[in-house]
């Protein structure tokens, strides 16, 4: 079954330093998505990105936030200068997107843990 | 604005018990989407059910069922003869028409004991 993957699944690194997570949306899927979960904390939405560009974004995807790309499989997001508060699961997701539209299911990757220092 | 509410922080059953977990949402739109995930304690989250805003006939799949009530605007979550491996937290979502975004509850966490 076609499944969402993400690299790496833990990332440790210094308050300061730019992050990339990387995921691999289900091939078919025209529809991407980044989420984070504080830890115990619910699932937030940070942005969705369809056509090559963004959809829609959160208020707290901010400048230091970015997502792309690169080439037909990844979709990545960069935390420019990570912060404290950065620290978190990072869920990508992807969608169908039949007819354009962001409505379809999304479906999860497993995650990659940040945690700042 | 849209939100959902998971009042039940934490359950915990023993093994063969019915459990049911509660979901009510808040949208002005006439056109939504309502979803579950279920977070096992690796931490993925693992698609459950979709159901849209104009079938509001309920669902049951093995051991679970979904109860969607409009005139509530509830969609309740039963897992029938629960089982240890149903240990999990477990999300309601909600997705407006014309958005990409999903808006999830808080989570319920769900212990199963032997």
């Known amino acids: 079954e076609p499944e969402v993957t993400q690299t790496p699944s833990h990332q440790v690194t210094q308050m300061g330093q730019e992050v990339i997570l990387r995921c691999v949306p289900i091939?078919?899927?025209?529809?991407f998505y980044w989420y984070r979960q504080i830890l115990g904390q619910k699932v937030e939405f940070l942005v969705s990105?369809?056509?090559?560009?963004?959809?829609?974004k959160s208020e707290i995807f901010d400048d230091q936030f970015s997502v792309e790309r690169p080439d037909g499989s990844n979709f990545t997001l960069k935390i420019r200068s990570t912060k404290l508060e950065d620290s978190a699961m990072y869920f990508c997701a992807s969608s169908e997107a039949q007819g354009g539209g962001g409505t379809d299911t999304q479906y999860f990757g497993p995650g990659t843990r940040l945690t700042v220092l | 604005a849209q939100k959902v509410t998971q009042a039940q922080t934490e359950i915990s059953v023993v093994e063969k018990e019915d459990v049911t977990l509660d979901c009510v949402y808040e949208t002005r739109d006439t056109t939504y989407y309502l979803f579950w995930y279920k977070q096992p304690p690796s931490g993925e989250l693992v698609f459950l059910i979709r159901r849209n805003s104009f079938d509001e006939q309920n669902e049951i799949s093995g051991r679970y069922s979904w109860n969607f009530q409009k005139s509530t605007s509830s969609f309740n979550f039963t897992i029938t003869a629960s089982q240890v491996v149903d240990s999990a937290v477990y999300f309601c979502a909600l997705l407006n028409s014309g958005y990409s975004t999903l808006t999830f509850g808080k989570g319920t966490m769900l212990l199963v004991s032997p």
């Open positions: 990105f369809y056509n090559n560009e963004i959809s829609e």
């Open positions: 091939s078919n899927h025209l529809y």
